[in-house]
């Protein structure tokens, strides 16, 4: 025998390993720990619930269980199977992340509370509602509307993302320049930790001052560090008045960035700033089969919520100073639902029919206005179609960088605009991250973005509330 075939040998006799337990095993031991919920094995939903959509072959895997709860103590019968086994726990509700968040990794068990779905209580008197982390973002609004309260966080999923991710994302939306993201309108959650104990954090107060705020920990925590169960969330009444909505055309997305800038100043108090880029507007046209993009290059979409007069006019002044045309405002309810659902169709439009990566860039909104050139002028230097779009009034904005549907992988020269734009971002003083989370698409920008000190911080946190590192792994931080 030669020392090459010996060498080979022990190699591969070196890395053999044998493992302590069957799946048979394994998955016998967890249909004993849910009681109240369902385990699946069957490939076909695997497949389904670890890959939909957002995943690659290099950034998920095969789970080897989908659990659908239907208590805390089922939760709790989740994690004890996962800390006996070693094995990764992926928390999953309506599995709508876009930053491969909630996608199978390989040998782990998919978590979903999307049957925990139950308003468990809506209080007018203290302005809040109880929900349980499965209840769609729609529906929860509109059960507030029938007793003249609305809740207010709407992210373009708000038709069909959940409560619970919402939290674990901090999720934005349209309406978050004038009432905040999730996290300013949650008011406390209840959780299973990794160890089975079950916490209770902030509670129905306004005001909450003692001891760390571990309520606003979890929100934006992407399931890392707990299984929430249960959130109380703020409600407000709906305002009175007359709600407008409207559109106006500006050149480009610079001169809209600095119309919504002087919009935002001047005490109108804007419910939405939709901005929507001219490559965006001829897709939509496309997809709409309307003629918007006649009109110029860029299109801002706003709403005034209990508005005045006075706001109307000082709104439609600016518009016109800061050279906004063709500005169209209405009071009528069914053409202000018609221009949301604009917005709403803004991506499937941009994605129809070919490969795409959306991002989601938060700038101050000092920076606004430069990015949106920084982004032009890079589409035009690397050769690669960006379409911009996004939430002007809060700076973020939503880059989509597309290419042909025939090339398999993500085209070099994407990636580098990507790269760049990810860095002039964060050079301007913004995140990569405003409301879409970090998944396992960005976590290795975790440095770049926190430095050294912040980055190993996060770790450590981790480590205390998940020594074994079985919370959704990978995700959030590297």
Same mark, same amino acid.
Request: zero cysteines.
């Given at each position: ?9 022990? *190699?591969?006799? !070196? ?31 695997? &497949? ?21 709860? !239907? ?13 006996? /086994? ?58 507030? &509307? *029938?007793?003249?309260? %609305? ?8 038709? /069909? ?34 160890? !089975? ?56 997305? !610079? ?71 063709? +500005? ?72 989509? /960088? ?7 992988? +993500?085209?070099?020269? +994407? ?7 990810? &860095? ?29 000190? +912040? ?6 946190? *981790?480590?205390? %509330? ?13």
């Amino acid at each position: 025998m030669s020392l090459m075939t010996w060498l080979s040998k022990k *190699k591969v006799l !070196g890395m053999t390993v044998f493992s302590a337990f069957s799946d048979e095993e394994i998955l016998t031991f967890l249909k004993q720990q849910v009681t109240d919920g369902t385990v699946t094995t069957d490939p076909q939903t695997l &497949r389904q619930q670890s890959f939909n959509g957002n995943a690659t072959g290099g950034e998920g895997g095969l789970a080897r269980a989908f659990v659908e709860v !239907g208590s805390v103590a089922d939760i709790q019968g989740v994690l004890k199977t996962a800390r006996k /086994f070693h094995l990764a726990v992926v928390p999953q509700t309506t599995a709508t992340s876009t930053v491969v968040g909630s996608d199978g990794i390989t040998g782990a068990i998919i978590l979903s509370t999307r049957k925990m779905n139950r308003i468990l209580e809506i209080s007018k008197d203290d302005s809040l509602a109880v929900v349980q982390p499965g209840v769609v973002n729609g529906d929860l609004d509109q059960a507030a &509307r *029938k007793q003249g309260l %609305f809740y207010a966080p709407d992210p373009g999923s708000k038709p /069909f993302s959940s409560i619970g991710g919402n939290v674990s994302t901090n999720a934005g939306g349209m309406s978050t320049v004038r009432y905040g993201a999730t996290k300013d309108n949650v008011l406390g959650l209840k959780a299973v930790l990794a160890d !089975g104990r079950t916490i209770s954090l902030g509670g129905r107060t306004l005001k909450q001052a003692f001891g760390y705020d571990l309520t606003q920990l979890f929100v934006g925590s992407e399931g890392t560090l707990g299984i929430i169960y249960e959130v109380t969330v703020k409600l407000l009444p709906i305002p009175l008045g007359q709600s407008i909505m409207g559109m106006a055309f500006f050149e480009n997305m !610079g001169k809209l960035a600095k119309g919504v800038a002087a919009i935002r100043m001047s005490g109108v108090n804007p419910t939405m700033l939709e901005a929507l880029d001219g490559n965006t507007v001829v897709a939509l046209d496309r997809y709409e089969k309307t003629h918007y993009a006649d009109n110029s290059g860029a299109m801002l979409i706003f709403r005034l919520d209990g508005s005045s007069d006075k706001n109307v006019q000082v709104l439609q002044d600016l518009l016109t100073k800061y050279d906004g045309q063709h +500005v169209q405002v209405t009071a009528d309810a069914q053409q202000q639902a018609d221009l949301e659902q604009l917005r709403r169709d803004m991506l499937p439009a941009v994605f129809a029919g070919r490969n795409h990566l959306m991002e989601d860039m938060a700038l101050p909104l000092s920076q606004l206005a430069p990015m949106m050139d920084y982004l032009q002028d890079l589409s035009q230097r690397l050769g690669v179609m960006i379409y911009t779009a996004g939430h002007a009034g809060d700076g973020n904005v939503h880059p989509t /960088f597309v290419w042909d549907k025939a090339e398999d992988q +993500v085209p070099a020269a +994407v990636l580098e605009a990507l790269r760049q734009a990810f &860095r002039k971002t964060l050079e301007l003083g913004g995140t990569i991250s405003g409301e879409h989370a970090v998944g396992m698409m960005k976590n290795q920008w975790n440095n770049p973005e926190l430095g050294d000190n +912040v980055d190993y911080l996060q770790h450590q946190i *981790k480590t205390l %509330f998940d020594p074994m590192n079985i919370l959704n792994p990978k995700r959030k931080i590297d």
